[in-house]
């Protein structure tokens, strides 16, 4: 985070490669990590980068922008947000998935329901789990995609309804246990979080039905499920399992 790697950044970044020039995106998304050094100066350089003639480029620079999570870069990721190259849309939701200014979420929104998979992924990612606000857009969007074929997007919505204390959230649940082939660790972790006790029986279901030996993490996870939803322990944001596959979004 200093200024060897920060000119290093500097560097990569105005490179006639376009992949160091990733790079440079990708070094001055995290100098200083958490005590984010040069904020100014990064952001200043990451925001030319959005008008790459590069698609690979422009997206690697709003994921870096996601990392300075300076709210000053929202109207430049906004430009971007219907680009038709789904990895820069991509780039776009991690620019703005930890923002609460009401254009990032409406951007969010709109796309939760993009065509791209990946893209409606992270925006439900984005919406349900990486920012506390709580309106019936924010809703409506996440039980939008209670019905998405894809099994994560519907976790995520399913988590992200949890946290707000959707009032239907257990019936949510057990219609989604009811209807898949597969039980997802969101669903579960969405289950602890809820905590009521109308889940009990499914869950213990789910415990004597699946090998579970398999997968000590999903076993973790449910165990924890079932302690809460037995008013036997408050669970925490830390207490939940290793994320499945594409949880772990914020780290792209």
């Given at each position: 985070g200093g200024q060897e790697e920060f000119n290093l950044g500097i560097e990569y970044a105005r490179s006639c490669d376009p992949l160091d020039r990733k790079t440079g995106a990708d070094i001055l998304a995290q100098l200083g990590w958490s005590d984010r050094t040069?904020?100014?100066?990064?952001?200043?350089?990451?925001?030319?980068?959005?008008?790459?003639p590069v698609d690979v480029v422009v997206s690697a620079a709003a994921v870096a922008l996601g990392h300075r999570e300076d709210p000053r870069a929202i109207p430049a990721l906004l430009r971007f947000a219907g680009h038709p190259n789904a990895e820069v849309r991509l780039g776009v939701v991690c620019g703005l998935m930890r923002h609460s200014h009401p254009d990032a979420?409406?951007?969010?929104?709109?796309?939760?329901?993009?065509?791209?998979?990946?893209?409606?992924?992270?925006?439900?990612?984005?919406?349900g789990s990486q920012i506390e606000d709580d309106t019936f857009e924010i809703r409506d969007a996440l039980r939008a995609n209670l019905t998405d074929p894809d099994q994560e997007i519907r976790g995520e919505a399913i988590v992200g309804l949890a946290e707000r204390e959707d009032q239907y959230i257990a019936d949510i649940l057990i219609r989604e246990w009811q209807s898949s082939d597969t039980v997802s660790v969101l669903s579960i972790d969405a289950a602890a979080i809820a905590a009521d006790s109308r889940l009990l029986e499914h869950l213990e279901r789910l415990s004597t039905q699946l090998p579970l030996d398999d997968d000590l993490s999903f076993k973790?996870?449910?165990?924890?499920?079932?302690?809460?939803?037995?008013?036997?322990?408050?669970?925490?944001?830390?207490?939940f399992s290793p994320p499945a596959e594409g949880r772990l979004k914020p780290e792209r």
């Open positions: 040069f904020a100014d100066e990064s952001l200043t350089a990451l925001l030319l980068m959005l008008e790459d979420i409406r951007a969010l929104i709109q796309l939760s329901r993009d065509s791209d998979r990946d893209v409606r992924n992270w925006a439900t990612f984005g919406l973790s996870a449910l165990e924890r499920a079932i302690k809460a939803c037995r008013g036997e322990a408050e669970p925490s944001a830390a207490d």
